[in-house]
């Protein structure tokens, strides 16, 4: 079936945390984050600056499901590292140790520049000109380039429309297959600092029925 990429796009509108700790006299140096489920995660204070405790999502204020009452937004993050249901925050000059990071993921949940391909889906038979399609994102400022591979060809440049920093980059490329059989479909996206996710060199087949 169709494949749902890993990262959406929506608008967050809250309370400022860096206007809200403002307000008390901080000596710490990191912020530990309790949800009402007991899950836990932290931050360091800096890595927070543009930080967001949102009570609506697109307009609307947050539902259960989405982290009523508030939910902590941290652009360029991992969901992981945006707790919901926020109960409780806590200063402290320890770094946090959270559910997630104490089984071994990263502390520090930074997004990593990434690109996927979400049409044609894996092992899905086509014909005639076909549409590529995905999505790119990156924690770490904007995607600058993206590129197409077919069956270990040169890399193709593909064309899209810049995003907001941390946004989702919606892509888009027409190939026409030279002959029918099966194919093998890679992308890679670089950031602003050049970089490439290396799971470019997995991807997906495709089974061109005629042309």
């Given at each position: 079936g169709s494949k749902?990429?890993?990262?959406?796009?929506?608008?967050?509108?809250?309370?400022?945390?860096?206007?809200l700790l403002?307000?008390?006299?901080?000596?710490q140096r990191f912020a530990r984050f309790v949800s009402a489920d007991?899950?836990?995660?932290?931050?360091?204070?800096?890595?927070?600056?543009?930080?967001?405790?949102?009570?609506?999502?697109?307009?609307?204020?947050?539902?259960?499901?989405?982290?009523?009452?508030?939910?902590l937004i941290v652009p360029g993050n991992y969901g992981y590292k945006m707790p919901k249901w926020i109960t409780r925050i806590e200063l402290t000059d320890t770094e946090p140790v959270g559910f997630?990071?104490?089984?071994?993921?990263?502390?520090?949940?930074?997004?990593?520049?990434?690109?996927?391909?979400?049409?044609?889906?894996?092992?899905?038979?086509v014909h005639g000109s076909v549409?590529?399609?995905?999505?790119?994102?990156?924690?770490?400022?904007?995607?600058?380039h993206i590129e197409v591979n077919i069956d270990d060809g040169p890399w193709m440049p593909v064309e899209f429309n810049p995003v907001p920093q941390n946004g989702v980059t919606n892509w888009r490329i027409e190939w026409r297959p030279s002959f029918a059989?099966?194919?093998?479909?890679?992308?890679?996206?670089?950031d602003g600092s050049g970089w490439s996710e290396q799971s470019a060199r997995a991807g997906i087949l495709v089974h061109v029925v005629d042309r």
């Open positions: 749902v990429p890993r990262a959406s796009t929506a608008v967050w509108r809250g309370i400022s945390l860096q206007t403002q307000r008390v006299n901080i000596r007991g899950y836990v995660t932290g931050f360091p204070l800096e890595n927070l600056a543009g930080a967001v405790l949102a009570h609506s999502m697109n307009d609307t204020s947050l539902s259960h499901e989405h982290g009523f009452p508030l939910r997630w990071e104490s089984r071994g993921w990263s502390n520090h949940g930074i997004i990593q520049t990434s690109a996927e391909i979400i049409r044609p889906y894996n092992r899905e038979s549409i590529i399609s995905g999505v790119a994102y990156t924690g770490t400022g904007a995607i600058r059989g099966d194919y093998v479909i890679r992308v890679r996206a670089f």
